[in-house]
């Protein structure tokens, strides 16, 4: 119990399986897949894997460190532990309001996400006609009250898990979900690799073409990082503040970024050499899996509809994780405002719901796609938002935080649980990271984020 609310994870393993399950979500399954496609396949790899370990799985740690040694929600943390530089409460205020705004449009996602996965059960989506996906797909989307349902229902179902709180609900649920999510993609990409003609999809997905690497898709590959550990936006703070005192922080953050890297990897597994082997083509972008993977599984027969089923619960489930922590984020500071658990979800549900209405309203020829945010539909403004410009604002802000006001003893006493485990060169080597490479790598992205 690290909290003062006495609210914490009760295991090691509930701990690694809730926090891997904030990371594993449609960013690795929806959305790793067709940009590391775009940007070189196997060039965008290198660059990607030293993103993630060498700057995000950083911040993971650092944001660990932070909730843990203060047991706080992220805008009371920093505070805490610099309480002569109050100011630094802004860094926590800017990653709740990175946290909801990635959650109005995760939920929008993931409400498609829960159609597909019915419409694939009632067999709908088995009923059409290969050329007329995109159609279907634009129609649904950017229509009024469907969406919005799909969303309401997605919603209600995280509220209820946040409600049920951290152990009882949000570890519980991630114990049970995060094995089975395993299961189901590997039983994807053993499928999708026995598909004749399927080794020009794992060519594709592997295959280090340098060319195709240009400046935007190094830009990509640490957004597509920070965005894929949830890192950013203070959401490890708070699983940090829930994590037991002798937990290992640095074995955790590896076996984290390590899990949410391989199902990254294993996602593209799973739908590239099936797109290859059914001559479909792999540049479909966002489109990718509600446009051009339902013609894949028409073109298996009755067991892609079983496949359909499988893949559209699995990205339903891995969704669900994620928004969990997102809620999770935005309940425990509300919280701690003297207001009940379960009032403080519901306010803040409905809250994000508005804004999640909104946004589907705007998308594609949506009835409000006419109202524009500086130039952009809301969708989209908050899409860039959250995707170029806040989460690397507020990880640059929290890793110099760690790097260089911080108090290293405090790093280094949290990270060795009180001198009780080694934690030797990693001490050096993460500390220089922390300090100089991190920092430099996060304000290029930044710079370059802001200008395109
Ligand atoms: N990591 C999640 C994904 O890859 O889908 C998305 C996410 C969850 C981002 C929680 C940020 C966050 F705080």
């Given at each position: 119990m690290a909290t003062k609310t006495g609210?914490?994870?009760?295991s090691s393993f509930g701990a690694i399986m809730a926090a891997a399950g904030s990371a594993v979500g449609l960013g690795n399954i929806w959305r790793f897949p067709y940009i590391c496609g775009r940007y070189g396949g196997g060039a965008f790899l290198l660059v990607y894997i030293c993103f993630v370990f060498f700057i995000g799985m950083i911040l993971m740690m650092s944001e660990f460190v932070i909730g843990r040694r203060t047991g706080e929600d992220p805008v009371k943390a920093y505070p805490k532990l610099k309480p002569e530089r109050p100011a630094w409460r802004f860094v926590g205020l800017i990653g709740l309001i990175t946290c909801f705004l990635i959650l109005s449009i995760y939920l929008v996602i993931s409400g498609w996400t829960l159609n597909y996965f019915y419409e694939s059960a009632v067999g709908t989506l088995a009923s059409i006609?290969?050329?007329?996906f995109g159609v279907h797909f634009n129609e649904f989307a950017s229509s009024v009250w469907r969406p919005v349902l799909f969303i309401a229902v997605f919603l209600a179902l995280t509220a209820l898990v946040v409600i049920?709180?951290?152990?009882?609900g949000v570890e519980r649920v991630s114990k049970l979900l995060m094995p089975i999510l395993v299961v189901l993609i590997f039983l994807l990409c053993i499928r999708s690799v026995t598909l004749k003609g399927a080794s020009a999809g794992l060519t594709y997905l592997?295959?280090?073409?340098?060319?195709?690497?240009?400046g935007e898709g190094i830009l990509a590959a640490l957004g597509q990082a920070l965005f894929s550990l949830s890192v950013g936006m203070g959401v490890m703070i708070v699983y940090g503040s829930y994590l037991?005192?002798?937990?290992?922080i640095l074995k955790t953050s590896i076996w984290i970024t390590v899990c949410d890297f391989f199902i990254a990897v294993l996602a593209g597994v799973a739908i590239f050499p099936a797109v290859f082997a059914c001559g479909?083509?792999?540049?479909?972008?966002?489109g990718l899996v509600y446009q051009v993977l339902p013609v894949v599984f028409n073109s298996m027969g009755t067991i892609g509809r079983v496949f359909s089923i499988i893949f559209f619960l699995l990205l339903t489930l891995a969704a669900l994780t994620s928004a969990i922590s997102l809620l999770e984020a935005l309940t425990q500071w509300l919280s701690g405002e003297k207001i009940k658990r379960t009032m403080s979800a519901i306010i803040m549900s409905l809250i994000v719901f508005v804004l999640a209405a909104a946004a589907s309203f705007s998308f594609?020829?949506?009835?409000?796609?006419?109202f524009k945010i500086s130039g952009l539909q809301i969708f989209d403004f908050l899409d860039k938002a959250t995707g170029t410009i806040l989460p690397p604002v507020c990880a640059l802000l929290t890793i110099i935080f760690f790097g260089w006001v911080m108090n290293k003893e405090d790093i280094i006493d949290e990270l060795s649980n009180h001198g009780t485990i080694k934690v030797g060169y990693f001490k050096v080597f993460y500390y220089f990271l922390a300090r100089f490479v991190a920092p430099v790598a996060l304000l290029v992205v930044l710079v370059a984020g802001i200008k395109n």
């Open positions: 609210e914490g994870f009760s006609q290969d050329s007329d049920g709180g951290v152990e009882k592997f295959h280090p073409d340098f060319s195709k690497l240009t037991p005192k002798d937990e290992n479909q083509d792999p540049t479909g972008g966002p594609g020829d949506g009835i409000w796609s006419g």
